[in-house]
């Protein structure tokens, strides 16, 4: 249901965004948000949006990367701008919806950053 692009190697320094397309409307969801996960770390949240339009970053990323839900579109996106080597890592889509709460999430996109 969840597909993301725009992934690949950039320098540091440089600038990706990353799109979601979901399935269908992004309305029914309560939550969308990215997460990633580097070589031999556990998968950590990076950003979400909620149906609202609140929008929550961790401190990582806070001031390089933003959050963005489209629903006419039916995406999600993560600018991310003064990118870093830590930043690489494959980049998940997630959603959720409904009560109880049904998870979904995209299969990845690879992002690296190195010169």
């Known amino acids: 249901q969840l597909v993301e692009s725009g992934g690949g190697l950039v320098q540091p320094g440089g600038s990706l965004r990353l799109s979601c397309a979901a399935s269908?409307?992004?309305?029914?969801?309560?939550?969308m948000a990215w997460f990633r996960q580097a070589p031999g770390k556990s998968r950590e949240f990076v950003a979400s949006v909620m149906r609202d339009g609140s929008t929550s970053l961790v401190n990582s990323v806070k001031g390089r990367f933003t959050i963005s839900r489209d629903n006419a579109e039916n995406t999600v996106g993560l600018q991310m701008n003064s990118l870093r080597p830590d930043d690489t890592a494959v980049y998940y889509c997630?959603?959720?919806?409904?009560?109880?709460?049904?998870?979904?999430w995209g299969q990845g996109t690879q992002v690296t950053v190195s010169s």
């Open positions: 269908g409307s992004i309305s029914r969801f309560n939550a």
């Open positions: 997630y959603a959720s919806e409904g009560r109880p709460r049904a998870d979904y």
